[in-house]
């Protein structure tokens, strides 16, 4: 009889255990959409002055937070390049607890698919956003509202299944 608890709880354990590893963490919905971007106000990497969140009013556009020591953002870079060069897409980068001697080096090797680049050096907009880690990615309307938002990197198959249509069919 006193085996039966600890087993009960050890089988209640394995379960719960069984459950989680059937979750995908790149689905977990953000409590952020549909609402406005949270407040920030960061420089610009290799820049003057600081950009809030006004930069993302009037226009849709993408915010990918990557940084230079991220192997999966390297892996998503040939997209973003091809949407900023291809499709007109507008990017925001917002760079992730990085060195900038080291992302704008990252840039020089890989290329540049960013309209401007945020730098959030200690990673306190990327905790006000949600952030996990990088790369993710938030798709923003033109009223300054988040749409959609990808956890890792951002492949065709998300572009053109959950955030293209979302970019193209005017709620951005």
Not at 9 to 36: F, M, Q, R
Request: net charge neutral.
């Amino acid at each position: 009889m006193r085996f039966l608890i600890p087993l009960a709880l050890a089988l209640g354990l394995v379960a719960l255990l069984g459950v989680g590893l059937t979750l995908k963490p790149g689905e977990v919905p953000s409590p952020l959409i549909g609402k406005p971007v949270p407040a920030f106000a960061l420089p610009v990497l290799g820049g003057d002055g600081l950009q809030d969140q006004r930069l993302l009013q009037g226009r849709p556009r993408l915010v990918n937070f990557w940084a230079s020591w991220c192997t999966p953002c390297l892996e998503e870079h040939p997209l973003l390049l091809r949407l900023a060069r291809e499709q007109g897409v507008e990017i925001i980068g917002i760079n992730y607890k990085d060195e900038p001697a080291a992302a704008q080096a990252w840039l020089s090797r890989h290329g540049n698919p960013f309209q401007l680049i945020l730098a959030d050096r200690l990673g306190s907009a990327g905790l006000d956003w949600g952030v996990y880690g990088v790369p993710e990615t938030f798709l923003i309307g033109a009223d300054g509202r988040i749409l959609a938002k990808h956890i890792g990197p951002l492949n065709e198959a998300a572009w053109r299944e959950r955030l293209a249509p979302l970019w193209a069919g005017g709620g951005a």
